[in-house]
T-cell receptor
Framework: DARVTQTPRHKVTEMGQEVTMRCQPILGHNTVFWYRQTMMQGLELLAYFRNRAPLDDSGMPKDRFSAEMPDATLATLKIQPSEPRDSAVYFC????????????FGQGTRLTVV | GEDVEQSLFLSVREGDSSVINCTYTDSSSTYLYWYKQEPGAGLQLLTYIFSNMDMKQDQRLTVLLNKKDKHLSLRIADTQTGDSAIYFCAVSGGSYIPTFGRGTSLIVHP
């Protein structure tokens, strides 16, 4: 049963701490997306990778957020330092990257920064 | 950039049809999707349509596309309580990056 796996599912942290969220895309998928979901903004694209290379991270606050793909089986999203306004659900999605890129979503990481 | 708009709520009676509407701004959008999100879960692709199609039917789901008006709709026939969820419209073009609407909360009551 192929699925996108995200860890942790929930994270509560204090303001100023570093947060790392991890994503294991579906094996064989070569596109990875990071989205942030909030009540106010809905789903916002933070970063987009194809073949592990970042193609679009214009939606990501560069001063505190960073996204990487150390290898084809792992994508990470880091926030340092974290702020209360970063509280949201962060979704990772992967796709086969062929023409119609259907994005398969993980279950998300619910981040609360206090 | 692309802008995708949806109404926020829809309430229907069990057994009735639901129609969820979506409008978008980029006429070059090539792929149009409907995703479903249940509480505490990620988004699940329900169906999609290419821009060269007007309609697509998949069991209880019917997608209608009006390219001229940039309007997409999802019809759910015989709506059940298990269909209660948030439904997201998404569109993508040459960049293949889906842009999502805010989602429509579908509430099904007996």
């Amino acid at each position: 049963d192929a699925r996108v796996t995200q860890t942790p599912r929930h994270k509560v942290t204090e303001m100023g701490q570093e947060v790392t969220m991890r994503c294991q895309p579906i094996l064989g998928h070569n596109t990875v997306f990071w989205y942030r979901q909030t009540m106010m903004q809905g789903l916002e694209l933070l970063a987009y990778f194809r073949n592990r290379a970042p193609l679009d991270d214009s939606g990501m606050p560069k001063d505190r957020f960073s996204a990487e793909m150390p290898d084809a089986t792992l994508a990470t999203l880091k926030i340092q330092p974290s702020e209360p306004r970063d509280s949201a659900v962060y979704f990772c999605a992967s796709g086969p990257g062929q023409g119609d890129t259907e994005a398969f979503f993980g279950q998300g990481t619910r981040l609360t920064v206090v | 950039g692309e802008d995708v708009e949806q109404s926020l709520f829809l309430s229907v009676r069990e057994g009735d049809s639901s129609v969820i509407n979506c409008t978008y701004t980029d006429s070059s959008s090539t792929y149009l999707y409907w995703y479903k999100q249940e509480p505490g879960a990620g988004l699940q692709l329900l169906t999609y349509i290419f821009s060269n199609m007007d309609m697509k039917q998949d069991q209880r789901l019917t997608v209608l596309l009006n390219k001229k008006d940039k309007h997409l709709s999802l019809r759910i026939a015989d709506t059940q309580t298990g269909d209660s969820a948030i439904y997201f419209c998404a569109v993508s073009g040459g960049s293949y990056i889906p842009t999502f609407g805010r989602g429509t909360s579908l509430i099904v009551h007996p």
